[in-house]
């Protein structure tokens, strides 16, 4: 008797919290994981180019690089240019550098870009792919036929 009256008030109380999310989550899992995978990647993809042109407008050097090393994966990198077409890159280009500094970068932000997907894709479910996935939905659907 007493656990009926608690199972009742616990289900029809609002839930708060996380619990929430957690309810949302068991009601429409696809729409979850779909704009968690989206969101990930958009925080994966948008800091590339951020990070690369800061390293490359502000001259700042990665110190444990030696220019020996630069010199040779320039030379590396100008044959398979030149192969493909594109200009060969200069032997002190600093391009390479800042490329695999950009990836690096972004790689060691993943447990905040994770933090972060997590924390957003409730709302962007909610407010943007369900939305879009009904339109489609009702752009798609039969027409009704009534007798």
């Known amino acids: 008797m007493i656990f009926r009256r ?3 008030t616990t289900a029809s109380a609002p839930l708060k919290g996380w619990r929430k999310y ?3 989550f068991r009601d429409k899992p696809a729409s979850y994981m ?3 995978a989206l969101l990930h990647e958009i925080t994966a993809i948008v800091p590339l180019p951020i990070v690369y ?4 407008y502000s001259g700042w050097h990665i110190p444990l690089v030696p220019q020996e090393a630069i010199e ?3 030379r590396i990198m100008s044959k398979l240019r030149t192969r493909y077409g594109y200009e060969p890159l200069a032997p002190d280009s600093r391009i390479m550098v800042n490329l695999a500094t950009s990836y690096a970068v972004v790689k060691a932000m993943m447990p905040l870009r994770i933090a972060a997907s997590v924390a957003l894709t409730p709302f962007f479910a909610e407010r943007m792919v369900g939305p879009l996935l009904g339109s489609f939905r009702r752009l798609f659907k039969k027409p009704t ?3």
């Open 6 to 8: 608690l199972a009742s």
């Open 22 to 24: 957690a309810h949302q």
């Open 34 to 36: 779909t704009t968690f």
């Open 53 to 56: 042109y800061t390293l490359e």
């Open 72 to 74: 040779e994966g320039n």
């Open 145 to 147: 036929t009534t007798n």
